[in-house]
């Protein structure tokens, strides 16, 4: 089973296309051609991932999914997934996640309505107790042979101190899920948004080793990063895959892919190739890099 996660940068359908790949939610220069192009990018970068299973961040709704799937992953030479899945979620700018499969899932469970007293923690500062933990959702995918929980956690920003208690929450809600899911084999993945330089204790740390196998240690320290913020020229590891440790122990060769080829060219760390019409900014593919993971045998799948 080839497993992967792309943050694929605000997918959004309006007005019948979809627009491109950047922060802002209406550019102050609409530009439709390099929209198209975005969105070519990606398809093209999901092309080269070869992924039964593909967890996607910041797609908008169901609608947004299956005109990308239609319009742009099947001309691209993208074998078609029957299953395709993004669930409403918590982001009011539709940033939610979604799931493509070709493998017919057990079961699907979005946890967007999980409050902290759920969990029996106190919300975080300036936030309303009846707020939900995730800013987007967890996705619960139940797979043969193993359970995806998907996610995308606050980002470090305006506050960093107020994000990084709610990335905690967040963090700890997932492994609480993890816990109650009663899954041996399990894989925890996604845009975890952990900052460039974290503090000494990572919002994250409920969710790390030893509680996980964090897939990506496998690569050489300076491989391992995913993501890039032109604005502040920085490189970091938003993106995760955090395995269980009897998962990591049946897979003890399996390594991450990064797929950094739609990333734009001012991101001048990748030395590795590009994919035509890549831009110095745009167009690209997304400001994230794909990865995927290859755990052969896995659930039956090849």
Known sequence: MRIATFNIQNLRLRGGGLDGA????????????????????????????????????????????????????????????????????????????????????????????????????????????????FRRDCLQVALPGVTLFICHFKAPWPDPETAWTVRRHEA????HLVQASGATHWLILGDLNEPAHPADDPATAPILPPFSTDLMARLPQGARWSAHDAWDDIYWRADGMLASPSLARAFPDALPELHREGLALEARRHTGAHLPQVGHHRPHASDHAALVIDLPGLGGAG
Not at 84 to 111: E, F, K, M, W, Y
């Open 22 to 133: 950047h922060d802002r939610d209406t550019p102050d220069r609409p530009d439709p051609c390099a929209d198209r192009i975005d969105r070519r990018l990606g398809a093209q970068v999901i092309a080269r991932l070869g992924a039964d299973v593909l967890a996607l961040q910041e797609v908008f709704d169901q609608a947004t999914l299956d005109h990308f799937h239609d319009a742009f992953l099947l001309p691209a030479g993208v074998p078609a997934y029957p299953h395709r899945i993004c669930l409403p979620g918590n982001d009011g700018r539709g940033q939610d996640v979604a799931l493509l499969s070709h493998i017919s899932p057990l079961s699907v469970t979005s946890h967007a309505a999980l409050r902290p007293a759920d969990l029996g923690l106190d919300p975080p500062p300036g936030y309303h107790p009846d707020t939900p933990i």
């Open 172 to 175: 700890l809600a997932v492994r």
